[in-house]
């Protein structure tokens, strides 16, 4: 079955950085766009980050610009973003997105925590 499950949350300061993963399997991962999602509490679900399926071309939030990087390594099935100079309003749940035509799998999320 489709399953992509992140990995890499937790807590850090503010200034500090972390590496979010998203392993997929059960589908084919190469031909999905994948995308990186956050939601902190009482807000809605945010869009950081994708890539296309050949990594040609990655788009980004304005909130995420130059401190976040999306990349993707389809040997492994595998989705990473890189964070760093986070901030406490990064705190949040991340969520990671594939998308092919009208296709689409949410991971389950993994809760990053920016704070002193």
């Known amino acids: 079955q489709v399953q992509l499950v992140e990995s890499g949350g937790g807590l850090v300061q503010p200034g500090g950085s972390l590496r979010l993963s998203c392993a997929a399997s059960g589908f084919t991962f190469i031909s999905y766009a994948m995308s990186w999602y956050r939601q902190a509490p009482g807000k809605e679900r945010e869009l950081l980050a994708t890539i296309t399926s050949g990594g040609v071309s990655i788009n980004y939030a304005d909130s995420v610009k130059g401190r976040f990087t999306i990349s993707r390594e389809n040997a492994k099935n595998t989705v990473y973003l890189q964070m760093n100079s986070l901030k406490p309003e990064d705190t949040a749940v991340y969520y990671c997105?594939?998308?092919?035509?009208?296709?689409?799998?949410w991971g389950q999320g993994t809760q990053v925590t920016v704070s002193s």
């Open positions: 997105y594939a998308r092919y035509a009208l296709r689409g799998y």
